[in-house]
C-alpha cells in the first residue's frame, strides 16, 4: 500500500480566513513533505518533518505553519494567505530522508485558491 | 548548486511512437534518481534509479542510468494517449530533500 490520503480536495478562502490542510499515511513512514505546484511548473518544496521534527523549512512565510502531530499525520495551518497563494499544495512521505529510502510517494492534493 | 535539467521541455508524437525523455543532474553526494509521472494530479512513482547501467523496466517503460554521464533516460515504447503526461525527474538533494527538474510534457496524438 503505497497511499498517501489528503484532505480537503479542494478549498476557497479568503484573505483573511484560517484553514488547514490535513495529510495521513499509513506506511510507516518517518518523512513527511509539503510541497507547492503551480501550473506547468515542478512541486516546489516547503517543509520537511523527519521523525516528527522539522528538518527543513525553504523560506516559507510564516502564514504557512506546518504541524505534525504524530508519525502518520502531517497539517498545514493557513492564515491570511494571499492570491497568488493559489495553488495545489501536495503532501508526499517516504520511508526516510537523505538515504537510499528517499522514494516519495505523493497524495492527489489540495487544490487552493485565495480570493 | 544543486541542479537537474530535463530535456526536450515538450514532445508531440503519434501513437505507436518510441520516445526517449533526458535526464541530466549535478548533485553533491549523489544517492538516487527518480522517475514520476503527472497527470492532472500528484505525481506517481515510477522508478527509483541508484546503480549505473542496470535497467529498470515496467511494462513499455524502462529507464537507466549513466553516473559517468550524470544523466539517465527514460523510454516509452509503442507510446499510447494514456502515456500523455508531464515526466518529472528528481535527484535526492544534499539537505535530503529531492530536487525536481522542470518536466518533459509528452503528448500522444491518436
Known amino acids: 500500500d503505497t497511499e498517501v490520503t489528503q484532505t480537503p480536495k479542494h478549498l476557497v478562502m479568503g484573505m483573511t480566513n484560517k484553514k488547514s490542510l490535513k495529510c495521513e499515511q499509513h506506511?510507516?513512514?518517518?518523512?513527511m513533505y509539503w510541497y507547492k505546484q503551480k501550473a506547468k511548473k515542478p512541486p516546489e518544496l516547503m517543509f520537511v518533518?523527519?521523525?516528527?521534527?522539522?528538518?527543513i523549512n525553504e523560506s516559507v512565510p510564516s502564514r504557512f505553519s506546518p504541524e505534525c502531530p504524530n508519525s502518520s499525520l502531517l497539517n498545514l495551518h493557513l492564515h491570511a494567505l494571499q492570491p497568488e497563494d493559489s495553488a495545489l499544495y501536495l503532501c508526499?512521505?517516504?520511508?526516510?530522508?537523505?538515504?537510499?529510502?528517499?522514494?516519495?510517494?505523493f497524495g492527489p492534493g489540495t487544490r487552493l485558491l485565495v480570493l | 548548486e544543486d541542479k537537474v535539467v530535463q530535456s526536450p521541455l515538450s514532445l508531440v508524437v503519434h501513437e505507436g511512437d518510441t520516445v526517449t525523455l533526458n535526464c541530466s543532474y549535478e548533485?553533491?553526494?549523489?544517492?538516487?534518481l527518480l522517475w514520476y509521472k503527472q497527470e492532472k494530479k500528484a505525481p506517481t512513482f515510477l522508478f527509483m534509479l541508484?546503480?549505473?547501467?542496470i535497467e529498470k523496466k515496467s511494462g513499455r517503460l524502462s529507464s537507466i542510468l549513466d553516473k559517468k554521464e550524470l544523466s539517465s533516460i527514460l523510454n516509452i515504447t509503442a507510446t499510447q494517449t494514456g502515456d500523455s503526461a508531464i515526466y518529472l525527474c528528481?535527484?535526492?538533494?544534499?539537505?535530503?530533500?529531492?530536487?525536481f527538474g522542470k518536466g518533459t510534457k509528452l503528448s500522444v496524438k491518436p
Open positions: 508526499a512521505s517516504s520511508q526516510a530522508v537523505g538515504t537510499r529510502q528517499e522514494t516519495q510517494y
Open positions: 541508484t546503480s549505473s547501467g
Open positions: 518533518y523527519s521523525y516528527e521534527k522539522l528538518s
Open positions: 528528481a535527484v535526492g538533494g544534499s539537505q535530503g530533500n529531492l530536487i
Open positions: 548533485v553533491t553526494n549523489f544517492r538516487s
Open positions: 506506511m510507516g513512514h518517518r518523512a
